[in-house]
């Protein structure tokens, strides 16, 4: 994939330049807007330059099967953005595939002493088993600190760098526990392979560890103030509030019920990654429009989408910055999509402010290619608008993370000193203030819409 000077043409059309500087405030991330191709050096200089006037951070992808190019190409970005001063941002994705590459010694043993591959991924996909990737470890190291080392040894500081990694290694959803349960090096590694909560720390044990071997220990070591992080991975409460495209839930494992919504126990990976940046996921997956039957039906997705925010946020230490992958077109996971209606453009501008205000730190907006002009637009108009408040969202502590089960009005808010950052939104015809209480002190928060405001404690 690669960035056109049209495609630039039309992104800077559909974006105005900032209105309030940007400081040490992230920049927004929009997944188009990555592996720009120009052949000269001064228009490149010339775009990153209006990307950045926009806040927009430029990408370049590492793909060890095409290593050469990828890297003159992404050394010459990174040079410029070192000399316009701006933070070189790297997608590593490509480096991070596959350790189930279908070799028969990534496979399970069957207890007839047969291989086998779980297929519950999809064909494409041999998933294999989690005990036996371990050879697999060095070269898939090599994949990225190939790149790493040379980005060191020319001076060029990695500022950002994320990885997509999803179906390869272990996971525990689908057909994974299964396979695992019909496995005898599996049965061997896990003493209580019918118990779910064991085969699923288990399991992401050995996720994060090769995690932490093939991305974040490689990087960290050579540029220590690099933020790394991987799509979906990010401090939580226990429990995940919404499902991948290729996740089934899995009968017999915990969760916790509401409406049509299983939300499943998930283990404390993050710390054990060694990650210095968490990736929530707040998507608009179809699924969630059944969860839930409230008439009110933006908050359908308002409400998911918040808790799943809230989740990162409370569960984040502010020295971890929260970038929070973001999508607003209703995203198609299956064909049972009889009468979903899409989120409005304004609520779903409302939830990416509630989100800055719970303590996220930017967006990275993913989205194809023939929806890139309106996802951009969306959370362009947000993230500029809230560089008027960036005292706030930079050193601001987030004083609520509720969501209510009803809809009603939602408020979110940051507290600076005696300062208060609010905005409430609201989804029923509730009129009188809403009454938060800080420090014992109590604050009412009256019904405006589309605004922040400012109080003082
Ligand atoms: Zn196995």
New binding site residues.
């Given amino acids: 994939m690669s960035l056109r000077p049209e495609q630039v043409r039309l992104f800077l059309e559909n974006t105005e330049p900032l209105k309030w500087s940007r400081n040490n405030r992230l920049p927004l991330y929009l997944w188009p807007i990555m592996d720009l191709e120009v052949d000269d050096e001064a228009e490149a200089e010339s775009i990153i330059q209006q990307f950045n006037e926009r806040g927009i951070g430029l990408i370049s992808t590492w793909d060890p099967s095409d290593r050469e190019r990828t890297l003159n190409r992404g050394l010459e970005i990174a040079r410029i953005q070192m000399e316009l001063g701006l933070r070189v941002n790297v997608n590593a994705n490509p480096c991070t595939y596959s350790f189930c590459n279908g070799d028969l010694r990534t496979a399970?043993i069957g207890e007839d002493g047969e291989p086998f591959f779980d297929l519950s991924f999809g064909k494409a996909h041999k998933m294999g088993?989690?005990?036996a990737l371990d050879f697999r470890r060095p070269e898939m190291q090599q994949q990225v600190e190939f790149f790493v080392q040379a980005y060191y040894e020319a001076d060029l500081e990695i500022g950002f760098i994320f990885a997509d990694w999803e179906i390869d290694g272990p996971i525990e959803w689908n057909g994974a526990w299964a396979a695992?349960r019909r496995?005898q090096?599996?049965q061997d590694q896990i003493e209580d392979i019918h118990d779910f909560t064991a085969f699923q720390s288990a399991l992401r044990q050995k996720r994060s560890a090769l995690q932490r071997e093939m991305l974040a220990d490689t990087i960290i070591s050579c540029f220590p103030d690099a933020l790394v992080g991987n799509y979906g991975v990010y401090p939580h409460d226990g429990h995940r509030y919404w499902y991948d495209y290729f996740e089934e839930f899995v009968d017999g494992v915990p969760y916790e019920q509401e409406g049509g919504a299983k939300y499943r126990q998930w283990f404390d990976e993050f710390p054990l990654t060694g990650y210095t940046s968490a990736m929530p996921v707040v998507y608009t997956w179809d699924k969630i429009w059944r969860w839930y039957d409230f008439d009110q039906v933006d908050y359908r997705w308002f409400y998911n989408m918040l808790k799943v925010g809230s989740n990162a946020g409370k569960s984040t230490s502010s020295e971890i910055p929260i970038v929070t992958f973001v999508h607003w077109h209703t995203v198609y996971t299956d064909d049972n999509n009889l009468g979903i209606q899409q989120f409005s453009e304004n609520m779903y501008q409302e939830l990416l402010w509630h989100l800055l205000l719970r303590g996220h730190d930017t967006f990275f907006m993913w989205c194809p290619l023939d929806q890139a002009t309106q996802e951009a637009r969306l959370v362009h108009q947000v993230y500029a608008a809230s560089l008027e408040y960036k005292d706030f969202l930079e050193s601001g502590i987030p004083i609520n993370f509720d969501v209510p089960s009803l809809p009603g009005p939602v408020v979110s808010g940051l507290r600076l000193g005696d300062h208060l950052l609010l905005r409430r939104t609201d989804f029923d015809d509730t009129r009188s203030d809403v009454t938060l209480t800080i420090d014992g002190l109590s604050v009412g928060v009256p019904r405006v819409f589309g605004k922040c405001m400012m109080k003082l404690l």
């Fill in positions: 399970h088993c989690p005990f695992s496995c090096r599996c």
